[in-house]
């Protein structure tokens, strides 16, 4: 079955999302996710979704979600890569996502997790 | 009711061309002189066109039907006088009164031939008041339609001209907003910034309304789904340039600007975005103030994170 990998990095998880999403893939995820986030204790979740052309409302809130979930699990999470059709349609749809931290690409996102960013 | 008696009017129009042409014309020249438009000659030249095309129109079929093929040739001289006088400036009305103002001058030669023919007179005249109301609508339509198409390239133009997205600096962007917000421009705007953002990789774009001459809940609400987008992207807004009386209805509308970084002015904003991006500009001695503390505004010295 098709898996989206999650790949390790320190203390960090990084997730590079570049096929297209549907629900089930999402799903999987999430339940990855979370689990490698308390197998490995990572303190920190990078999604990169800047392959990522087309969102409906539920991969949206799957976005959202996830990221709520993470911090329960006492780590921070960063959505990077946004296009700008991605956000206007989020936005459109209500999903602001006002708990998730975002950056613009995987590299400034990287600087957020681990602190050296000038934010 | 039929609507014959093609040839018997081209025959009309023929004979008496000269007669019609004298009273059309000082009707006509009335109305261009206001406008400051068309010469006399002009006028002759354009009811001679419109007359030859009529009769070659109503000689061809006894049958007159102002929507048949055999009239193509009469609209298009039509639709380009027509398209010609919204151009200059001319009224609907005056547009329509090409080809009104022919009709009295017509009935009252149809009168004095055919006093004799009560029935026959009343055939035609039913005939011409259906093809000249026909044609009267038909340049009234064509006059709203090159009016509109004026209008919705206007309408472009100024889509285009309103949106700009300027780099103040390395990592900032501004967007001066001018005029009022709707829903397409809104559009625009997302847009044209969301794009600038990924190409400059700016982490701060300052939203400046000074120019926005209202702002009620639609706005409002228009301008938090932009500072929403940008959001998402990984930039943070400011929004600039909002005045005393904007600041009153925005609290008296009880719209929650709460989450946004407001500023009073584009050069207030500016210096919080220097702080944000850990870049300063500095005055006097370089070097001598710590990136991260903005000195004053007074150098054109700019120094990195």
Redo the contacts between chains.
Sequence with gaps: MERIPILRMGKLLLVTIQVDMHDRLAMTLQDDLTSRIVKDGAKGVLIDISSLDVVDSFIGRMIGDTAAMARVLDAETV??????S???T???LGL???GVR????VE??MALLTGTA?? | MQTLGGTRLARLFNERQSELLGEWVAQQYAIASRRGGAAEAQLRNQFLQFVDLVCAALGSSEQVDFNTPTWDEVRNFLADVSGQRARQGFTPVETALFVFSLKEPLFARLRADLAADPALLAELTWTISKLFDAMGLYTTEVFQTSREQVIIRQQQELLELSTPVVQLLDGILALPLIGTLDSART?VV??SL??K??ET???IAIIDITGVPTVDTLVAQHLL?TV?????????CIISGIRPQIAQTIVHLGVNLQ?VITKATLADAFIVALK???KSVLGGAPAAEAPGAPGPLRGNQFVG?
């Design positions: 959505v990077v890569g946004m296009q700008p991605v956000a206007i989020l936005v459109e602001a996502l006002p975002t950056a613009l690409n400034k996102g000038p934010l | 559009q997302m847009e969301l794009q953002i990924v990789g700016a982490a789904k929403a987008a940008a959001r998402l992207m990984g930039a943070d989450n944000r991006t850990g994170d």
